[in-house]
């Protein structure tokens, strides 16, 4: 009868310990959420943003959110002008690095949208000590909460955008014949594109080294220029600073007609001419100009095949 008693009271003591060691409370596996600023409706920058030749900083506006606490947020801007390799700049020159990290401690809600946050490229407030190169950087943000939780491109909970940051020393480019953003053309027939590409009247512009143009899809185009859907049309002059292929060739093509400035309906004429596939279709027409000093502008129209 004892022994019965002590083997009942050492299970009781080990449902007892059971129940006061056990968790019910789920556990977070939820990383952080990333949105727009209260009030706004896009994070910025954007997917594909311009900044202005006259600008000399952007805004960074977003939100994040976690029940739980927020740890820390992780804001990073770097170039994009290749991808995967180290491109050639001319002294005086670098590109737009920012890394910053927001700790919050257990915050459940954090809004960035204030002039304090902006990031700038000139003036006192410059996150660089030489003159910014112009031409395309990529965007990111990540979030960690306090249990490790964090956002990542796999998961795609995080935010990365590419945008084009634009300078008054960097070749300029002028389409003549648009309809507001747009080109028209007849399928099957050349594209008509009038305009120029060419070297600024500005103390810190050089010659232009590399011209490329393409025409993609509306569908298949990526904006970091690495899409990996087949171009409709693509034609290089020059060779470029930045851009390498896989095989370890830096991309370049025919001689440019002019290192100061190229016409666009000479230069896309004759074997070199975009025909429209057949068929009513949108497409975006992208034209990328390097010049000697590692200086990128990057520009994209719409088509409209009918």
């Known amino acids: 009868m004892i022994k019965k008693y002590l083997l009942l009271s050492a299970m009781a003591g080990v449902v007892f310990f059971s129940c006061n060691t056990d968790d019910d409370t789920p556990r977070d596996m939820d990383a952080p959420v990333i949105s727009t600023a209260e009030g706004r409706d896009e994070i910025r920058p954007r997917q594909g943003e311009r900044m202005a030749a006259t600008n000399d900083h952007m805004h960074v506006r977003f939100s994040v959110s976690d029940p739980s606490g927020i740890q820390q947020v992780r804001i990073d801007v770097h170039s994009g002008f290749d991808g995967h390799t180290h491109g050639r700049v001319a002294q005086g020159f670098e590109p737009l690095t920012v890394s910053r990290r927001i700790d919050l401690n257990g915050a459940t809600f954090y809004n960035q949208d204030g002039h304090d946050t902006d990031i700038y490229w000139e003036g006192e407030n410059s996150e660089i000590d030489?003159?910014?190169?112009?031409?395309?950087?990529?965007?990111?943000?990540?979030?960690?909460?306090?249990?490790?939780?964090?956002?990542?491109?796999?998961?795609?909970?995080?935010?990365?955008?590419?945008?084009?940051?634009?300078?008054?020393?960097?070749?300029?480019?002028?389409?003549?014949?648009?309809?507001?953003?747009?080109?028209?053309?007849?399928?099957?027939?050349?594209?008509?594109?009038?305009?120029?590409?060419?070297?600024?009247?500005?103390?810190?512009?050089?010659?232009?080294?590399?011209?490329?143009?393409?025409?993609?899809?509306?569908?298949?185009?990526?904006?970091?220029?690495?899409?990996?859907?087949?171009?409709?049309?693509?034609?290089?002059?020059?060779?470029?600073?930045?851009?390498?292929?896989?095989?370890?060739?830096?991309?370049?093509?025919?001689?440019?007609?002019?290192?100061?400035?190229?016409?666009?309906?000479?230069?896309?004429?004759?074997?070199?001419a975009i025909i429209l596939p057949s068929g009513d279709r949108h497409y975006e027409l992208i034209i990328w100009a390097e010049d000697s000093n590692g200086n990128v502008t990057r520009r994209a129209y719409e088509v409209h095949a009918h």
């Open 130 to 272: 030489g003159t910014v190169l112009a031409g395309p950087y990529h965007f990111g943000i990540d979030a960690t909460d306090i249990h490790g939780n964090v956002t990542s491109y796999a998961d795609n909970n995080n935010y990365s955008s590419t945008f084009y940051l634009e300078r008054p020393y960097a070749p300029d480019m002028q389409i003549t014949n648009l309809d507001g953003n747009e080109l028209d053309g007849e399928p099957g027939e050349a594209l008509d594109v009038q305009g120029t590409v060419h070297r600024r009247d500005h103390q810190l512009s050089s010659d232009i080294t590399f011209l490329w143009v393409r025409l993609v899809e509306e569908d298949d185009h990526d904006d970091d220029d690495h899409g990996h859907g087949e171009d409709v049309y693509e034609r290089m002059w020059g060779q470029s600073t930045w851009r390498q292929h896989s095989n370890g060739n830096w991309y370049g093509g025919a001689d440019l007609p002019s290192g100061a400035s190229i016409n666009l309906a000479e230069a896309l004429a004759g074997e070199n």
